[in-house]
Nanobody
């Protein structure tokens, strides 16, 4: 069982940066692939980025490639999402997720545990 808690969201202007954190409970954090998803009002939850258990493998949605960076610190049981050059279309609730597997995934139903989400709002 893994419990996830996101933090770091807020209201920013276009072009600004934010760093989201996802703190995980449990001793086996390092055995989980992790991911970030987001959901805008009236839209489906969409994949943002994923990272393998060691942090060596990452994959991003085209819409954030080159602007966002996913990382993890297994010693601290924490995952991060550094978001630069934010755009209004990045607005939404950002969720972290854990997958009980060492392989990467991009579909929300491939993840086993979810946080409650943190709101990111980017004004133009």
């Amino acid at each position: 069982q893994v419990q996830l808690v996101e933090s770091g969201g807020g209201l920013v202007q276009a072009g600004d940066s934010l760093r989201l954190s996802c703190a995980a409970s449990g001793r086996t954090f390092g055995r989980y692939a992790m991911g970030w998803f987001r959901q805008a009002p009236g839209k489906e939850r969409e994949f943002v980025a994923t990272i393998g258990w060691s942090g060596g493998n990452t994959f991003y949605a085209d819409s954030v490639e080159g602007r966002f960076t996913i990382s993890r610190d297994n010693a601290k049981n924490t995952m991060y999402l550094q978001m630069n050059s934010l755009k209004p279309e990045d607005t939404g609730v950002y969720y972290c997720a854990a997958r009980a597997s060492i392989t990467l995934a991009t579909m929300w139903d491939e993840f086993d545990y979810w946080g409650q989400g943190t709101q990111v709002t980017v004004s133009s």
